[in-house]
């Protein structure tokens, strides 16, 4: 299952569709898509123009004000997805790891820093896709590829 990771796009998807493109001619076909926030609605409108079902959660611009998230199942593991800004993600993962822990996950995908991470901490793997339209901490715009197969998760953090 081969899945690309979107957050913080903020109503810009000429560059999340074309790094769709990009990596489905490419890299590898896009079974799924995840969109880990701010804004929901561009979630809606990529999986309408790809035709690729998408899983996503609301962000803080998009006026949730508490966590929440969704889980998904892969070949390996369950993956959860939060936007992290109730979290408090740009200080610690701390509260991420025991949500993740909580519900059995093997990985989180999370959003709202516009800093992409990739690493794993205590056997989980932490992965942040950055931002395709306004990235922060001096980071270049960036998405997320998840390669889950056989029961390994295979990450890596793709540059505009």
Do not use: W
């Not at 790094?19 to 590898?28: F, L």
């Amino acid at each position: 299952m081969n899945i690309l990771v979107l957050s913080d796009t903020h109503g810009e998807l000429d560059r999340a569709l074309e790094m769709y493109e990009r990596i489905s001619t490419s890299i590898c076909k896009i079974d799924r898509i995840i969109h880990c926030g701010d804004f929901i609605k561009d979630a809606h409108e990529i999986e309408k123009q790809t035709g690729t079902p998408v899983s996503c959660v609301p962000g803080n611009c998009d006026g949730c004000n508490r966590e929440v998230f969704e889980i998904i199942d892969t070949p390996a593991g369950k993956i959860l997805i939060t936007h992290g800004h109730a979290s408090g993600v740009n200080s610690s993962l701390l509260i991420l790891k025991y949500l993740v822990s909580y519900h059995g996950c093997a990985a989180v995908c999370f959003g709202y820093t516009h800093v992409p991470v990739n690493e794993v901490s205590s056997g989980i793997r932490f992965i942040n896709p950055g931002s395709l339209t306004n990235p922060r901490g001096g980071s270049k715009r960036s998405c997320a590829l998840i390669i889950a197969k056989d029961d390994k998760l295979a990450t890596t953090i793709i540059e505009y």
